[in-house]
């Protein structure tokens, strides 16, 4: 049964780097028939696609945040990563990773992590 | 930017009811669009894709229909776990999500 988890810092200070990685547990990253990515929700609020990234390192992001995002993977750890940069308050959220389905780059989100909470604070 | 617009904000039902929420989007989004169950303190579940096929484990009681620009999700007979928030997205231009609907006890 496939397994996502995400790790990293639950507190980032203004200005610096948010950093993610998602571990998959069950089936690997390099799989052709999926791809993987990252979803954000600020306490209270609703969910916001921050990126995908496809096994052989082709990335997608989010317009608004594309500046900011960078999502890379690491197949020989089954693992893929986020890294926001200059992060404020704004960016506190609960950050999900999830392995995405579908065809072509009509892609859904089809298993989520439980999700990591990220707090931008000093 | 694509805008998905759910409807309504919070429904209360009693448990046995039907339920029916609604997701407009602000342009055509062909069937690429998706619905999600979350509870609190948990991640979004996939409940149907393409407008209309249920995921894996999915209960028969939970069925989508629409194309286009407006789609409804049912949920013919409200169960206790039933009671959470709802999420519709669409994946045809990339992923916008609607704001939710929130399903409660009446």
């Known amino acids: 049964q496939l397994q996502l988890q995400e790790s990293g810092p639950g507190l980032v200070k203004p200005s610096e780097t948010l950093s993610l990685t998602c571990t998959v547990s069950?089936?690997?990253?390099?799989?052709?028939?999926?791809?993987w990515g990252w979803v954000r929700q600020p306490p209270g609020k609703g969910l916001e696609w921050i990126g995908t990234?496809?096994?052989?390192?082709?990335?997608y992001y989010n317009p608004s945040l594309k500046s900011r995002v960078t999502i890379s993977v690491d197949t020989s750890k089954n693992q893929f990563s986020l890294k926001l940069s200059s992060v404020t308050a704004a960016d506190t959220a609960v950050y999900y990773c999830s392995r995405q389905a579908g065809i072509q780059l009509w892609l859904y989100p089809d298993q989520w992590g439980q999700g990591t909470l990220v707090t931008v604070s000093s | 930017e694509i805008v998905m617009t759910q409807s309504p904000a919070t429904l209360s039902v009693s448990p046995g009811e039907r339920a029916t929420l609604s997701c407009r989007a602000s342009q055509s989004v062909r069937s690429n669009l998706a619905w999600f169950q979350q509870k609190p303190g948990q991640a979004p579940r996939l409940l149907i894709y393409?407008?209309?096929t249920r995921a894996t484990g999915i209960p028969a009681r939970f069925s989508g229909s629409g194309s286009g620009t407006d789609f409804t999700l049912t949920i013919s007979s409200l169960q206790s776990e039933d009671f959470a928030v709802y999420y519709c997205?669409?994946?045809?231009?990339?992923?916008?999500f609607g704001q939710g609907t929130k399903v409660e006890i009446k």
């Open positions: 393409g407008a209309s």
């Open positions: 990234i496809y096994y052989i390192g082709k990335t």
């Open positions: 997205q669409q994946y045809n231009n990339w992923w916008t």
């Open positions: 069950g089936g690997p990253v390099s799989s052709s028939s999926y791809y």
